[in-house]
């Protein structure tokens, strides 16, 4: 199995992001979405999922959604500007079907930064 986990923080306030919705798409060769999990980060910001070999194909490119427009709005932050950004996506390949797969993601309103660690 493929362990697929991420720590969200907010760069606003540089607290741990609870209760992002996140969702992981599996996209078929004709472009279909295909439901992989959905899922919310706990209370440290924190998620780790294991995926089931079935739904790990090397060959196939993946999504990891997570919904920041959503988090922030909960929130209630009084933010100078426009927000526009609804939604944080990651593409990604799985090339090892046992592999551990760390995307930790530093969310703002309007931007973020993720990378992949070990």
């Known amino acids: 199995m493929a362990t697929l986990s ?3 923080l907010n ?8 209760a992002v919705d996140i969702t992981l798409l599996k996209i ?8 992989v999990f959905n899922s919310r980060t706990d209370s440290g910001g924190r998620l780790s999922q294991l995926i089931e070999p079935a739904m790990v194909d090397t060959a196939a490119d993946y999504e ?6 959503a988090y922030f709005d909960k929130l209630g932050l009084k933010l100078p500007g426009l927000r526009i950004q609804k939604e944080v996506v990651i ?3 799985m090339p090892d079907p046992r592999g551990a797969y760390h995307m930790p993601l530093v969310m703002a309103p309007n931007g973020y930064s993720v990378w992949l660690s070990s």
Do not use: K, M, N, Y
Not at 28 to 35: K, L, S, T, Y
């Open 11 to 18: 760069s606003v306030d540089g607290t741990h992001a609870a």
């Open 28 to 35: 078929a060769p004709g472009g279909e979405r295909i439901d």
């Open 64 to 69: 990891l959604v997570f919904q920041t427009g």
């Open 6 to 8: 991420t720590h969200t």
């Open 91 to 93: 593409r990604f390949c």
